[in-house]
Structures are given as structure tokens and as C-alpha cells.
């Protein structure tokens, strides 16, 4: 096992009495409970740790958290457990951890498309796929073969992922997103003024950049006041702390995701029972955005070459983790906060070569701090190139101009192993992007800040270009009040608490982010922007020569901030390199903005719990058990299993429907018919929202009323239908097919929302809130008066399409009397924890009548009987309520112009030669035409035949003695009673007389009685 040759021997927050074993490479290796993966890596003195996309060049850790470019793992010791895309800096370390790099063939120590890329680099410029595939066309396999094997990062497991993950919904007044100075400030202040906070972090542990700092807070180290903080907002039940917690995404309506990690640091799969990751889906009254900068590297030759490392990277592994990246350091900076890492790095023991600034005469208390240390400070120059191959081995310096625009003496070779660079600071604006605000040039602090937005959101800290640490806690302190007194809370008395801050001052930063070469970019080493999509210097040059002057395209010709970094290190040196190729400056350049996710997501998280069989769940009504005790086969209509049909010992199916219509017809039989979509309408405008919806007329529909309509999309077409109920005068309630309900809803908000927000109207699904039982047949009013006395059953008290409340076997019911079997029927609706009571009640009184349970197949024999349609069995989407011979349902003249009222105008759906909607009587009554049987005039005609329309409902009707049918036939309302021809595959032919498609009581005098 390998010793831990960079581990100090003292410092970090690392526990040094835990030690854990992991694996890099099938290779063992040794690291400490609080160590990264990332750390513990470099604590063993692992250099390289992947290849580059392109070029297959070596890549060594980079940074210490988010924006790792180039420390991305697969996890997983089995094919199970596999994860790809792991950013090793923030992968906390356990014992038996496998990873591995997710680039190099055949190793990440000898790869070959490393050799490629040494040898053939200058043939792969930007946008060489693009061109690659231009020609020869007959090339194009061979290409893409190769070029598929080399992109990518990483792979998915073959094995289905054992772990489970979650969801949870949760509501605050502020969130605040990041734990550093700023954010815990601000997380205390609204707190103390009683507003409920969830505080998100990416880190393990609280506390950002004051982990690692220099500076002491009232006298303490930094950490002290951190620990003090957290304690605090521990004990406050109203905050709740959310570490390992990313927010990844923020959408309109201060509506947040956060991607919480709950197992990740514990081993390959989560303790039995334990989520593995949960996604918090947040609704905030005010968001503070506290989420930091982020330090820029400098664009140099070889800046890839495994030892260049961010500055602050650097710091944090000696300060927050014990370990150190090297032995002999070289500091290039264009500003004093770098210096802290010269400094850090010096007090480990470990030698300073020079700290090199490439501004030409900084004076200041970190430079004479410096120098007091016996520091060589190389002025007005830079490291123009790194020297080495699989680890820094030098550092060429030479003299700049003071613009920082060219090289103006000779270069100077520094013996070094580890190359540390500093270009300033980036503000993290992602999460503001996201919600569409265009982020604003600040020349003062060299980078881009938040701009407007329409949400409620505050920004504090870093975030805003206030980079001390002072002025990062009394910003987020005064923030944070501000954030709870917007949610409503009094901050009356509340005085931010004064902290004394002991740290130097700074002074101004050089804005420079490419540095120049003595050789054209074109010509020298290769300068690295973006090290995950390996792109250039010299690659954005070449873009925008080709003519890419927008930011936009650039990143896209490049791929520039496409990696799962998303740009966060070198997207403003891209956009800086690309403005000075353009000769403008970066405001006139512009940025590109972000989109979710800020860091990538699992698959696993962004589906939660919604799998294997809860991916689809299944539904039941209250009454499911009764139906599996009484031997009823189930279907599956959307989500719901409903029951089919009920056969008795040694009954066929056919048996069993014939029985039911029959029972049903003479006497009274009852449906399951709890899955009916419900959606309950309320609100001022609720009746002509409705009426621009339905495509009849609703305006006069009195309380107590029930009306069947017909909704159609915007071409016209028939997508639903049910019958809708007036409760009250702006009261409705909708029912919609059972596979159609969230649809139904989905489409009626769309409307509310995108083309009448003016209207006063809410909807709410509530079909699991009603049981409904429909009985029909002749005997079914007598059978309902045993079960009410507060319900007036008289004909001419309670007509057809009207409704009533009472009480139904002593439960509160609303009672419908509308028929989809053409029979005297009563919808009963009771609340769903009565419906099995109901249910037996009506089976207890309804022995005497023979009561019969019938499912859905009967259910589609009585109403095709009627011809009734079924949406989606009668309608495929391509017909309009003309051609179902439904123009009754059709209200021209009323004051809304109703959705589809254009669409059944055009050209095509006004032709003669529609297909339509009839009935189909065959000539053997007997024979039953298979559902989907396309029809023909001339059943000799040679293949392939004129078709006509096709059969959609079919079935035998024992109440009838024969078959009936109803399909789809071109012009058929005009050819009533003329012949058919439906052809089948065994060569055989069934013949047909179009007819009206009510075969049954065509006056409704049954459903009148």
C-alpha cells in the first residue's frame, strides 16, 4: 500500500485516528475520515488522474470543489454500483471506495490516444467534427466509429442500481444557497427575526472559504465562529440545515431543486431502507443567493500538465485536508489574495521558488509580508509556460508588458514540481441565470455580477464583488434581515451583530486572463480555456476568424463550457481571449448564461421513487378488494385496474358479458365507476372558462344541472369528453375519461395560465377523493329508495342530467342521474372511505332484484348499444364533433369562441368525403368484425385496396340477438343503409350495412322512465 508521502504530518480537519483504505486503479491507498477522495489522492501523490478529451493529454487535480475539470471518476466496486462522472473533490472518502478514471486505453498511464493527440493535435481544430463529416461521405462509418468510442465521459452500470432515492416537497420564507461567511450570515439574521431558513451547502461541511482562511474572526480562528454559527442554527426549529445539498436548479416562482446527498459518503450502496440521494423540490417567499466566486485560473502553455493548480485549491488542501501537492512551489497572481497560498505553503516547510506577479509594481501589506519572509517576488512577469510531461517539472518566466498584451524579454527556466495560478475571482451567477437574468460586467472587480430579475431574490457576498471577508458577513447579515422582513417578519430591534475581523488589506488586481507567449497561440504550447472539452487559446482565435463573432456560437463551435463543469473555470477567460481576437471589450463580447443542472444530477435522484413499480403505479378504488373477492379479471385503464368482468365457475368471457348486459337490461346491474376523472371548478369566471373549453353552450346551466360536452384541441379534433355538473353558480364539477383525467387538468391549466390568466378560475383534481358506483336498469330506482329518505326519487322531481345531495346508506352522497347505458341509472358518489360500505349496502338490499356486478366490457356493449362514443376507443384524434354526428353538441352562436372552433373550419375538415361516424349491422348476425378492420367498397379489388375507414367499437349484443358495430367510414352519413366490405387476414370477407349507430331505444325512453 502506498505511504502518504504528501500528507503533513499536522492541520486539517481531517480525523487522523480513522484511517480508510480505497482504491484507485484496483491499486489500495490509505486516507482519513474528512479527506475528499480528491485529497486522499494527492496525499498518496497520485499525479495523473485521467486524460484529456481531445488529446489524450495527462491531467492532475486542478481545483478543490465544484469546478474540477479534470478529477472526474467512476465509482462503484460493482457493476451494480457503478457511478460515472464523479467530481473526486467532492467525493467524500470510505472505506473500500473504488474508482477509476473514466479516460485513458489502455491505462490512464499509457494512453494511446495520447499519442494521437501529441502527433496529430494541430489536424483536430475546433469544430473538426463538423468537418470531419462534410467528406467523403462514404467515410462517414468509419468516422463516426471512432469518434463515438473516444466522446464521453465515463459509462452507465449494465445492473439495475440497487439503491433508492427521494423526493420531498418543502415550503420556506428564505432560502439561503451557500454556507460560507455570507450565507451563514445571512441564514442567522432570518432566523433571529423568526423567519423559517433552509440553508443549502454542496460541501460536507459548513463554512466555505472560512475553513481554510488565515483570518480570525473576534479574536478566534475563523472555523470557531463557524462551529458557533451552525450550533446556533441547529438548536432554531425553524431553520432547517440541508449539507451535501447542491441547488441545482432555479425555475420561475422562486421554485428551487436541490440535489441533497445522503449516503454517498458511507459506502457503494446506502444502508438497507436509507435513501441514497433525495431531490428537494422548495417553494421560497425570498431567496438570498450567497453562492460565492469562484478563482480563476490564467491561460499559459501546458497550464494542463498535472501540478497547475488553482491557488485557493492549493490552500484549501493544506489548511482544510493536511495534505500538500508538492514540494516546490511557483505562485503566479495578478492580485494579493493569492499570496495567502505562498504563505500557507511556506509554513508547511516546504519551499517557495518565487511568487510571480504579473503586475509591474504591487506594494501593500501581502507583498511586504512576503518579502519579510524571504519570498522572491518576480515583478511584472509571468509563467509563460509549463515545463514537464506527467508532472511539472519547471516554470518558464518571463517579463510582460505592463497591459499584459506580450512578452517583452527572455525566458527564465524555475526548477518546480507544483505551479500555482490566480487570475482573480469569478462570481458564481449560475443559479441567476437560470431564472433568465443576464448577468453585468464589473470592471471594478473584473467579472460578472447577478443583473435584474423579476424574482425574489437577494444576492450577498462574493456573489456581488464583495470579496473581503469582513464585508462578506455584514452583507449576508444585512441581507438575511432584509430577505425575513420581505417574508413578513418584524426585524424591529434586531441590530446585525458587530464582528471584528482581523485581515490585510488588499490592492487593486490586474485584469489579465490569457498571458501572452513569445511564440503566436497558434504556435506555441497548447493554452488550455476549457480542460474538459480541451479547448484553447488558439482554438477560440481560429473560431472567431472563421467568422463565430457571437459568444454563443464560439461556445458552441468550441464546446467551450460544455463539460459537466459548465464552464465555471473558463468561461470568462473564453469570452476575454474571444473579445481581444474581436477588438472588443467583454461587456461588448457579452457572456453566455447557464442552465440547470449547476452540477450534474443522477438519473436516480431526478426520478426518485418513481420506478420499477412505482413508475407506473397501480390504482385502486375502495372497492378493489370486493371485486378480487368476487373473481372479477381486471384491466388496466390509465394507471387504475378496473374490473373487466365478473365470470362465474365454467363461464367464458362471452358467457359472462352476455349475462351481465342481460341482467343489466332487465333488471338492475352496478359499475365500479370510481376512475371517471373528477376535477373540481370554482371561481367567478369558472362558467365561461368552461364554455370556452366545452364546445356547447354553458352559460345557462342551472345549479342542480348536469350537461354532457365535448372538448376539442385547437386543430378541432375530439381529445375528451364527460359530463359536468353546476354545484353552484360558480361551482362545477367535470368529469373526464379515466385515462384522460391528467391530461384533462394539464390542459385546462395550460389555458388558465398561457391564454386566460385574466380569468378567475381554479382546478383541482379530485377523483381519489369520490367513490362512484353507478347502478342502471329498470329496477334501480326502487333499489336506491332503500338506501335514501332525504332524496326525492320522483321522475319529475329528479329528472335525467340532474343532480341531487342527501344521503345514501347514511353517508353524505351527491346522486347524478345520467346514463351512459341508455338505461333509468343513478351515479352515486360518496366519499372514498365510505365506498365499500356503500357498496355492500347496495348489495344487501340488492339481492332481491337480482343486482349484478358488470365491468368495463359490458360497460362498452350497453353504450355502444346507444352509440355512445368512448374517446380514444371512437376518436383517434383526427375527428371533429361533425363527423361523429355530435353538430347537437356543437354551439356556433355562443358569446366565447370555444377552443378547436377554428380548427374544424379548415380546408380539410370541412370536405364531403370525411371519414364518419356510423353504425355497422352485419349480414350474418352472428359474425362480430374485429376492431381495426379497414373497410372496402369492391372486396375484389387488387391490393393494395381504396380504403374506406375502419371498425373502432365491436362487439355481440345478447340484448339484441346479433352483432353491432361502430366505425369510421368516408362520407358514411351519407350512405346510410348501402353495404360494406370488410376483409380479413384469413382471405375470408364479412359484409355490412351502414346504419345509426343507436341499435337500442333510439327515442331514450329507458333512461327517461
Same mark, same amino acid.
Not at 486503479?25 to 481531445?54: C, H, M, W
Not at 486505453?105 to 490516444?113: A, C, K
Given at each position: ?44 501523490? @497520485?499525479? @495523473? ?45 470510505? =472505506? ?18 495520447? &499519442? ?16 470531419t463529416f462534410m467528406f467523403p461521405e462514404s467515410f462517414w462509418e468509419l468516422y463516426e466509429k471512432f469518434i463515438r468510442k473516444a466522446a464521453g465521459f465515463g459509462r ?19 432560502? @439561503? ?32 472559504? +472560512? ?17 458557533? =454559527? ?31 446527498? +445522503? ?11 436509507? =435513501? ?147 487570475g482573480g475571482w469569478s462570481p458564481v451567477v449560475h443559479l441567476s441565470c437560470h431564472t433568465g437574468s443576464r448577468p453585468v460586467w464589473r470592471s471594478d472587480i473584473h ?17 456581488s464583488g464583495n470579496y473581503s471577508l469582513s464585508g462578506c458577513l455584514k452583507d449576508g447579515a444585512d441581507i438575511g434581515l432584509l430577505a425575513a422582513a420581505n417574508a ?5 430591534? +434586531? ?16 485584469? &489579465? ?245 385574466? +380569468? ?51 353517508? $353524505? ?16 358518489? @360518496? ?19 337480482? &343486482? ?72 350474418? $348476425? ?84
Amino acid at each position: 500500500m502506498a505511504t502518504q508521502k504528501n500528507r503533513l504530518k499536522s492541520g486539517g480537519r481531517i480525523d487522523r485516528n480513522k484511517p480508510l483504505t480505497f482504491f484507485f486503479n484496483d491499486q489500495p491507498y490509505q486516507g482519513y475520515e474528512g479527506d475528499t477522495l480528491a485529497s486522499a489522492l494527492i496525499a498518496n501523490g @497520485v499525479d @495523473v488522474i485521467g486524460r484529456s478529451f481531445k488529446y489524450g493529454r495527462p491531467r492532475g487535480i486542478m481545483t478543490a470543489g465544484a469546478d474540477e475539470p479534470n478529477a472526474i471518476m467512476q465509482l462503484g466496486a460493482t457493476e451494480a454500483t457503478q457511478i460515472p462522472n464523479v467530481r473526486a473533490t467532492q467525493q467524500e472518502l470510505y =472505506a473500500g471506495l473504488h474508482c477509476r478514471p473514466t479516460s485513458g486505453w489502455p491505462s490512464v498511464d499509457f494512453d494511446v490516444m495520447g &499519442l494521437i493527440g501529441q502527433f496529430f493535435g494541430r489536424m483536430l481544430p475546433p469544430g473538426f467534427y463538423y468537418k470531419t463529416f462534410m467528406f467523403p461521405e462514404s467515410f462517414w462509418e468509419l468516422y463516426e466509429k471512432f469518434i463515438r468510442k473516444a466522446a464521453g465521459f465515463g459509462r452507465s452500470p449494465r445492473e439495475r442500481d440497487p439503491d433508492i432515492y427521494d423526493h420531498m416537497n418543502q415550503h420556506t420564507d428564505v432560502l @439561503v444557497v451557500g454556507a460560507g461567511p455570507a450565507g451563514l450570515s445571512a441564514a442567522l439574521s432570518a432566523a433571529r427575526a423568526g423567519a423559517r431558513v433552509i440553508l443549502a451547502d454542496e460541501n460536507a461541511e459548513f463554512g466555505g472559504s +472560512l475553513l481554510s482562511c488565515r483570518e480570525t474572526v473576534n479574536g478566534e480562528p475563523a472555523h470557531q465562529w463557524v462551529k458557533q =454559527a451552525v450550533e446556533e442554527l441547529e438548536q432554531n426549529e425553524n431553520v432547517l440545515l440541508l449539507p451535501k445539498s447542491t441547488v441545482n436548479g432555479y425555475h420561475d416562482h422562486n421554485f428551487l431543486t436541490i440535489h441533497q446527498r +445522503l449516503a454517498d459518503h458511507i459506502a457503494d450502496k446506502a444502508p438497507e431502507g436509507k =435513501a441514497r440521494q433525495r431531490m428537494h423540490r422548495v417553494r421560497a417567499k425570498w431567496v438570498v443567493l450567497a453562492t460565492g466566486a469562484h478563482e480563476r485560473p490564467l491561460v499559459f502553455g501546458n497550464n494542463d500538465i498535472p501540478g497547475c493548480m488553482l491557488a485557493s485549491s492549493v490552500s484549501t488542501y493544506i489548511r482544510q485536508y493536511g495534505v500538500i501537492p508538492g514540494r516546490n512551489l511557483v505562485l503566479m497572481t495578478t492580485n494579493d489574495h493569492a499570496y495567502r497560498t505562498a504563505f500557507d505553503w511556506q509554513d508547511t516547510g516546504r519551499k517557495v521558488i518565487a511568487i510571480v506577479d504579473t503586475r509591474q509594481n504591487p506594494t501593500g501589506p501581502y507583498i511586504d509580508e512576503a518579502k519579510n519572509r524571504g519570498i522572491q517576488v518576480i515583478t511584472g512577469s509571468a509563467v509563460i509556460q509549463a515545463e514537464g510531461g506527467k508532472r511539472v517539472d519547471g516554470a518558464m518566466i518571463a517579463p510582460i508588458s505592463a497591459d499584459g498584451d506580450k512578452v517583452t524579454g527572455e525566458g527564465t527556466v524555475l526548477t518546480c514540481d507544483t505551479i500555482a495560478t490566480s487570475g482573480g475571482w469569478s462570481p458564481v451567477v449560475h443559479l441567476s441565470c437560470h431564472t433568465g437574468s443576464r448577468p453585468v460586467w464589473r470592471s471594478d472587480i473584473h467579472g460578472f455580477v447577478p443583473g435584474e430579475t423579476v424574482q425574489k431574490q437577494l444576492i450577498a457576498g462574493a456573489i456581488s464583488g464583495n470579496y473581503s471577508l469582513s464585508g462578506c458577513l455584514k452583507d449576508g447579515a444585512d441581507i438575511g434581515l432584509l430577505a425575513a422582513a420581505n417574508a413578513g417578519h418584524s426585524t424591529d430591534g +434586531l441590530a446585525v451583530a458587530k464582528l471584528k475581523v482581523d485581515e490585510l488589506a488588499e490592492g487593486e488586481a490586474m485584469a &489579465l486572463y490569457s498571458i501572452p507567449h513569445s511564440k503566436p497561440n497558434s504556435r506555441a504550447p497548447k493554452q488550455f480555456v476549457d480542460y474538459q472539452n480541451d479547448v484553447t487559446a488558439a482554438g477560440i482565435e481560429l473560431a472567431t476568424r472563421e467568422g463565430f463573432e457571437s459568444i454563443e456560437h464560439v461556445k458552441r463551435y468550441t464546446a467551450m463550457g460544455f463539460g459537466t463543469d459548465q464552464g465555471k473555470l473558463g468561461n470568462i477567460n473564453g469570452m476575454a481571449i474571444t473579445a481581444k481576437s474581436l477588438n472588443k471589450t467583454i461587456p461588448q463580447t457579452g457572456t453566455t448564461v447557464f442552465r440547470p443542472n449547476y452540477t450534474p444530477v443522477t438519473f436516480g435522484a431526478i426520478a426518485g421513487r418513481h420506478c420499477r413499480d412505482l413508475f407506473d403505479p397501480k390504482r385502486y378504488t375502495a372497492m378493489h378488494e370486493w371485486h378480487v373477492e368476487n373473481g372479477a379479471k381486471f384491466e388496466d385503464v390509465g394507471q387504475w385496474k378496473r374490473p373487466w368482468y365478473y365470470p362465474k365457475p365454467g363461464e367464458t368471457m362471452q358467457d359472462a358479458l352476455n349475462r351481465e348486459c342481460k341482467a343489466t337490461r332487465d333488471s338492475v346491474g352496478v359499475l365500479d365507476a370510481s376512475t371517471l376523472g373528477k376535477i373540481d371548478i370554482q371561481g367567478k369566471d369558472a362558467r365561461e372558462f368552461i364554455s370556452r373549453i366545452y364546445t356547447n353552450a354553458w352559460a345557462k346551466l342551472a345549479v342542480g344541472k348536469c350537461r354532457y360536452g365535448l372538448m376539442c384541441g385547437e386543430d378541432g379534433m375530439v381529445f375528451d369528453d364527460g359530463v359536468t355538473s353546476c354545484l353552484g353558480e360558480n361551482h362545477f364539477l367535470m368529469t373526464t375519461t379515466s385515462g384522460g383525467a391528467a391530461r384533462v387538468l394539464e390542459w385546462l391549466e395550460l389555458y388558465h395560465q398561457t391564454e386566460w390568466p385574466e +380569468l378567475e378560475v381554479y382546478m383541482t383534481s379530485v377523483t381519489d377523493h369520490w367513490a362512484t358506483m353507478s347502478i342502471a336498469g329498470p329496477n334501480s330506482r326502487k333499489l336506491l329508495a332503500e338506501l335514501t329518505d332525504d332524496i326525492d326519487l320522483d321522475k319529475e322531481a329528479f329528472k335525467f342530467m340532474d343532480w341531487r345531495q342527501g344521503t345514501v346508506a347514511g353517508v $353524505p352522497a351527491r346522486v347524478f342521474r345520467i346514463s351512459f347505458t341508455g338505461e333509468l341509472s343513478y351515479e352515486i358518489n @360518496v366519499p372514498a372511505h365510505f365506498g365499500m360500505h356503500v357498496w355492500k349496502k347496495l348489495f344487501e338490499h340488492g339481492a332481491k332484484y337480482n &343486482l349484478t356486478p358488470y365491468g368495463t366490457e359490458t360497460m362498452h356493449v350497453l353504450r355502444a348499444e346507444k352509440g355512445f362514443i368512448i374517446v380514444g376507443q371512437d376518436t383517434d384524434g383526427s375527428v371533429h364533433p361533425y363527423d361523429l354526428g355530435m353538430s347537437w353538441c356543437v354551439a356556433e352562436t355562443k358569446p366565447y369562441s370555444f377552443v378547436g372552433k377554428r380548427g374544424m373550419k379548415r380546408e380539410d375538415c370541412v370536405r364531403v368525403d370525411r371519414k364518419q361516424m356510423v353504425g355497422l349491422k352485419t349480414k350474418d $348476425p352472428r359474425k362480430v368484425i374485429p376492431e381495426g378492420s379497414q373497410a372496402v367498397d369492391n372486396p375484389n379489388q387488387p391490393i393494395p385496396m381504396t380504403m374506406l375507414g375502419h371498425v373502432t367499437s365491436s362487439y355481440y349484443s345478447a340484448c339484441l340477438g346479433h352483432s353491432i358495430a361502430m366505425g369510421l367510414v368516408r362520407n358514411g352519413l351519407n350512405r346510410m343503409g348501402e353495404t360494406v366490405y370488410y376483409p380479413q387476414a384469413d382471405g375470408s370477407v364479412i359484409e355490412a350495412e351502414i346504419c345509426s349507430p343507436i341499435f337500442l331505444d333510439p327515442k331514450g325512453e329507458r333512461q327517461n322512465v
